[in-house]
């Protein structure tokens, strides 16, 4: 993304370009705005180039102008938002009303790039919008513009055939490299078995003895226990830093390292059972320590569940609770890289967070993601949640899955009808 900054910048040559970064939660957001940071400081780009190239990101919500108690948005096709170009990160995430809203939100001229993973999970809500959007772009650039992109690269660049969704075709373009594992990784190749639905290539990798990858089965009580251990163990240098009063921003970041994720919600193998069991044998082995009539004490992760605009905090964000001489306060790093605090009882709707959905993991990354799945088939477990858990993992990945229910999940695609394919098939 920094190089694609970088390039309409020096394509505007001295002329206004206003940009504006944003991604749908605020996790990402933070994400984007670190790792475009880090990027931009290695660009040969002058110091005025640089100064043009915005450095944070913002949520979708915050972006609009999201009001608190109110379903109005600030910028709409009456008060359309001020920018040049907008990029948004992770756009699988976003469901059909949220693009609806934001693309009547942009000036007649203004134009917008979305960035994301057309295999993830779609949205919780409404529509697949990046997967239908996306579904052309096996179809090729039209003749036209492969030969003028053929021109820009010196490069041949192939053209499809056929004129049909010619605007739409002629607007994508798929990337080939992950920058986040490599593609010759354990983590790579499972994540390329399991998109393709390729049962023997997946078994084939964890055959291959791949140190950044190990499979689990949890077949017994004991197999359950020593699940719970290792994910102690996970989350030991969090703890460890909470224990000697280390700043707020560093256990954040700690904390970011390690992370449970669940297919399901309710059960032993869903968030809700696994928070608890978490807490018991956090509890048992002075990992924590809570009083008996609350649920807050100093390490809690709670993640927010309804967005508060005045208080800046939207659905997905992620709080650690610390005592550092004001009594205990919730602490959030924001998508500018600041760090604010909250009392507890100013929170909106929130819950503990030491495992969360695969479907919340979505905009984030770990160094070390352990994915559960439960011990039989669900309707919920399919291809694109099982391939989303697997790429959320930088360095390393545990999976916790019985055979049957991981062939059965990669064999199932997930399928939504939202009318956007049957726009674009009839209307482009």
Known sequence: MAKLLAALIQMADGER??????????????????????????????????????DDASTLHRLLGAQPGSQRLRHHAGNPLHLDVLVVDEAS???????????????????????????????????????????????GFTAGRAQQLSRLTGSPIPAGAGTEAASLRDSLCLLQKSYRFGHDSGIGQLAAAINCGD?????????????????????SSEDYA????????????YLALVREGAEPGAIIQAFNEYQLLCALREGPFGVGGLNERIEQVMLQKRKIQRHPHSRWYEGRPVMI??????????????????????????????????????????????????AMTVHKSQGSEFDHAALILPSQR???????????????????????????????AIATRTERRSGLSAFFNNGL
């Open 17 to 54: 370009c206003r940009i504006r970064l944003a991604a749908p939660t605020g996790k990402a957001a933070a994400r984007l705005t670190e790792s475009l940071g880090a990027a931009l400081r290695q660009l040969p780009l002058t110091d005025e180039q640089k100064k043009r190239i915005p």
């Open 305 to 354: 569940a309804r967005n508060d605009s005045a208080l800046g905090l939207f659905n997905g964000d992620i709080g650690i609770a610390l005592d550092r001489g004001q009594g205990l306060r919730v602490w959030f790093a924001m998508p500018d890289g600041s760090i604010k605090s909250v009392q507890p009882s100013r929170l909106p709707e929130h819950e503990t967070t030491w």
């Open 199 to 219: 049962k023997a290539a997946m078994k084939t990798v964890f055959q291959q003895g791949f140190s950044d990858i190990e499979k689990r089965t949890l077949q």
């Open 93 to 139: 995430m976003i469901d059909l009303p949220m693009m609806s809203r934001l693309i009547e939100a942009l000036p007649p001229h203004g134009r917008v790039i979305f960035l994301g993973d057309r295999d993830q999970l779609a949205s919780v809500e409404a529509g697949a919008v990046l997967g239908d959007i996306c579904a052309w772009v096996n179809a």
């Open 378 to 408: 669900s309707p919920v477990v399919t291809r694109e949640l099982v391939y989303t858990a697997v790429t959320r993992a930088r360095r390393r990945l545990s999976l916790y899955a019985d055979e049957r229910v991981l062939s059965g």
């Open 226 to 237: 020593a699940m719970l251990d290792e994910a102690l163990a996970g989350y030991g240098r």
